[in-house]
């Protein structure tokens, strides 16, 4: 390992996750694999080429930009989506290569028209429906004046899917305000029925709506976080125990991050421990330097509240995470030496550390903490 850390993407967890929400909701739903920012931290050029091999054939990205990223490491048979940011020339681009987009403003649609008719290509769009997320979609004039575009244009669009985003399907404190969504996604969607204008697919549930809102799946939905073998809530892992009358969690964590102890030192009683007074050694210490810091995505939070595994014990990180180090209290394992494997995340023996676990330390949700890990440590596919 020549560099200050690697993370591993182990093959088996994908396969059996993305089998386990195969078989979860049913072989007509067709499941959109969605790896923006990176895969969620996991890396799109490892990630992608195994969801490919475990069946996924439809991937969704936020941007453009992840989409030009995406289409180097897929294959020519899946699908791409792209759900958020666009520019006008990026609109060409995605017409001319196939590529599935949301369209959240009629004004997207009228620039559609002109590209579409110099490509000789219809745009293959997604109208997203503003049914109280508030944030992008189209109110009801909005859309009928949307369905009224594609019905004078029908050589430029191919309607791939109506389309919504759920406000917080991952706690039941928004179940009224997600009921009333559901309620104005059906009564918005007559609006282009009555059009003649059927979709191909409709979708409005992530991960957590897909668990929690059978009734939403429809005959898509968009799997972010539970692919990656988390949940997107304690209550929606709760919710799918309960229901299904089972102890196990059927998930399996994807991601393993390790780094190596780089220095070892001993540490006499009364001494300060890294930056300022945060630590105080209160009896003599033995500690070792991991070459990652917040830098790295290990949050700077974590200052006397992290753990780590070293030779399969759970170690507490003390004094303050620097930018590229942080110190673990070696004390009660005499044995450890420089080069010894540090696990972050992931398993060692017969213990883990969590995501969920960083999450209680640093207030940082699965999804951040995920997401914030830099591109630039290394990814490696394991079995």
């Given at each position: 390992m020549s560099d200050t850390s690697v993370i591993e993407i182990s093959e088996e967890a994908v396969t059996g996750n993305i089998e386990f929400l195969r078989n979860h909701f049913g072989s007509a739903i067709v499941l959109?694999?969605?790896?923006?920012?990176?895969?969620?931290?996991?890396?799109?050029?490892?990630?992608?080429?195994?969801?490919?091999?475990?069946?996924?054939s439809h991937f969704s990205v936020f941007s453009a930009c992840e989409a030009r990223e995406l289409i180097k490491v897929?294959?020519?048979?899946?699908?791409?989506?792209?759900?958020?940011?666009?520019?006008d020339d990026d609109l060409g681009w995605?017409?001319?290569?196939?590529?599935?987009?949301?369209?959240?403003e009629p004004?997207?649609?009228?620039?559609?028209?002109?590209?579409?008719?110099?490509?000789?290509?219809?745009?293959?769009?997604?109208?997203?429906?503003?049914?109280?997320?508030?944030?992008?979609?189209?109110?009801m004039k909005e859309?009928?004046?949307?369905?009224?575009?594609?019905?004078?244009?029908?050589?430029?669009?191919?309607?791939?899917?109506?389309?919504t985003h759920l406000a917080g399907a991952e706690s039941v404190a928004n179940h009224v305000r997600i009921q009333k969504q559901l309620t104005r996604y059906t009564?918005?969607?007559?609006?282009?029925?009555?059009?003649?204008?059927?979709?191909?697919?409709?979708?409005?549930?992530?991960?957590?709506?897909?668990?929690?809102?059978?009734?939403?799946?429809?005959?898509?939905?968009?799997?972010?976080?539970?692919?990656?073998?988390?949940?997107?809530?304690?209550?929606?892992?709760?919710?799918y125990l309960s229901k299904k009358k089972v102890?196990?969690?059927?998930?399996?964590?994807?991601?393993?991050?390790?780094?190596?102890?780089?220095?070892?030192?001993?540490?006499?009683?009364?001494?300060?421990i890294s930056y300022g007074t945060v630590y105080l050694a209160q009896e003599d210490k033995k500690i070792a330097i991991v070459p990652v810091g917040y830098s790295h995505g290990y949050s700077r939070s974590l200052s006397n509240q992290g753990r780590v595994l070293i030779k399969g014990e759970r170690i507490a990180v003390i004094g303050m995470v620097n930018m590229n180090m942080l110190i673990a209290d070696v004390t009660k394992i005499p044995s450890v030496k420089t080069g010894d494997e540090?696990?972050?995340?992931?398993?060692?023996?017969?213990?883990?550390?969590?995501?969920?676990?960083?999450?209680?330390?640093?207030?940082?949700?699965n999804y951040e903490l995920l997401t914030r890990l830099p591109r630039g440590i290394p990814r490696t596919v394991v079995n």
């Open positions: 959109s694999s969605v790896v923006k920012a990176n895969a969620y931290g996991h890396g799109v050029k490892s990630f992608v080429p195994l969801a490919e091999k475990a069946g996924i897929r294959s020519p048979e899946s699908s791409m989506m792209i759900m958020g940011w666009m520019n995605a017409i001319e290569n196939g590529l599935e987009f949301f369209v959240f004004a997207r649609l009228k620039k559609v028209v002109s590209i579409a008719e110099k490509c000789g290509k219809p745009a293959l769009i997604h109208i997203e429906m503003e049914t109280g997320m508030n944030r992008t979609g189209m109110h859309l009928k004046e949307a369905a009224g575009i594609i019905t004078s244009h029908p050589d430029c669009f191919v309607l791939k899917g109506l389309c009564r918005l969607c007559k609006i282009f029925n009555g059009r003649g204008l059927v979709p191909e697919y409709r979708h409005v549930s992530s991960s957590a709506a897909a668990i929690t809102y059978p009734a939403a799946r429809f005959n898509m939905v968009r799997i972010g976080i539970l692919q990656y073998g988390y949940w997107p809530s304690a209550e929606t892992l709760m919710y102890m196990d969690d059927p998930l399996k964590r994807v991601i393993r991050w390790k780094s190596r102890v780089m220095a070892l030192k001993n540490v006499k009683r009364g001494e300060f540090v696990v972050l995340i992931g398993d060692q023996g017969n213990i883990a550390i969590s995501v969920a676990s960083f999450s209680e330390f640093s207030n940082q949700l």
